[in-house]
């Protein structure tokens, strides 16, 4: 069985190399979204970086390529760990990540940017591990400031923001997390500044700050929004609101709100409805109906357990409402998995 799990991830990992974007010798590339046109690679040399652009230079002119398009980067001269380390984030392997970066060595010849990359991909590795509930948060946190701080003109700005956002969340720290969050709406994208909106709202709301996390979310909803992009942000939006509104009392309204989501989008899209039945469980929850908040958060632990925060959460509360219903073993066993895979976690924290 141990073989057989090394072997897939090992199979992640090769696949998501294959993924990757191969650089042209002595040229940097840069593989954009399918909105700004499938398989579209910018080669040449970055001769600038900032939050929100790229400069790349070929042929003797020179062309910006926005952040918000990137989807990869391979780099002139980048070491093969890199590319493994790359690799293995993107398959979801952090601890492989961390152990391909260990090994990397750049020369003192190596460009700022190779380096920039090394630390973030450390930063981000951490990050992850820290959020799965497998690492420190405070050293994560600690790695990514540190990167900010030491590379003000980083693309990867937003990123990190967002990063640190999550892990203040998973510390519990909400006033931190707001802030990093807010950074977000200083974006020149209207889906980031959605999505800052969002995660603000978040914030509030776990602080018990429903009507500011209402207003929060009010403001993405009334945004004008045209983009499938926008769309996604302004329906996590509709998502918080109508949980803020259980928690103010308004079940029906609520519950209604959030089948609506779930009726009328993909489920493919496992954040969104990790998300929607967390709504759901909570809304159903508190209006003491401990059956149908069961059956919410079964569907995350059954079928959106990847989204690791919202795992978390429903395996709490799972933990608490299944000797409601006179299954103490499942509460247990709910609490058990929850510390053993989310240790790090709020919610573990809460739990012991």
């Given at each position: ?21 191969v650089?042209v ?7 954009l ?15 600038d ?9 070929s042929?003797g ?24 380390a ?15 970066l ?13 380096q920039q ?10 990050a ?9 948060v ?5 790695l ?13 700005f ?12 998973a510390s ?29 709202g978040?914030s509030?709301?776990a ?5 500011d996390?209402?207003?929060?979310f ?8 045209k ?6 942000q302004?329906?996590?939006?509709q998502l918080?609101k109508?949980a803020?509104?259980a ?5 029906d ?12 989008n ?11 039945y967390?709504?759901l ?7 003491k ?6 059956l ?16 978390a ?6 933990s608490?409402l ?21 240790a ?9």
């Open positions: 069985m141990i073989n057989a799990h090394r072997k897939l991830r090992c199979l992640s990992i090769a696949v998501a190399m294959m993924l990757l974007p650089n010798e002595g040229q940097d590339t840069i593989t979204q399918k909105a700004a046109g499938r398989g579209t690679r910018v080669s040449g040399r970055i001769t970086t900032s939050p929100t652009e790229i400069t790349v230079e042929s002119s020179k062309r910006t390529v926005s952040v918000n398009e990137i989807v990869r980067i391979a780099l002139d001269g980048e070491p093969s760990g890199l590319k493994q790359r690799a293995a984030l993107a398959a979801g392997q952090y601890e492989q990540a961390l152990e391909a260990e090994k990397v060595q750049l020369p003192k010849s190596a460009a700022d940017l190779l990359e090394l630390d973030f991909a450390h930063g981000q590795a951490a992850q591990l820290a959020l799965k509930g497998s690492g420190d405070a050293e994560a946190s600690k990514l400031v540190d990167f900010v701080r030491k590379n003000r003109n980083t693309f990867h937003y990123e990190c923001a967002e990063l640190l956002g999550q892990l203040a969340v519990g720290n909400y006033e931190n997390a707001t802030r990093y969050f807010q950074h977000l709406s200083n974006a020149p994208w209207s889906d980031f500044k959605l999505r800052s909106d969002v995660l603000v978040n509030l709301r602080q018990g700050k429903f009507d996390a209402i207003r929060q009010d403001s993405a909803l009334d945004a004008k929004a983009e499938p992009a926008e769309l996604r302004v329906t996590f939006a918080g109508a803020c509104l928690e103010q009392g308004q079940y309204k609520a519950i209604e709100s959030i089948e609506s989501v779930i009726a009328n993909d489920p493919d899209d496992a954040e969104l409805f990790a998300q929607a967390l709504a469980g909570s809304a159903q929850r508190t209006a109906r401990p059956i149908d908040a069961v919410a958060y079964l569907h995350i632990d059954l079928l959106f357990y990847s989204q690791r925060d919202a795992h959460e429903a395996l709490f509360y799972l608490q299944w000797p409601q219903l006179e299954e103490p073993a499942r509460g247990v066993e709910a609490r058990q998995l929850l510390i053993a895979r989310y790090g976690s709020v919610w573990a924290q809460r739990a012991k």
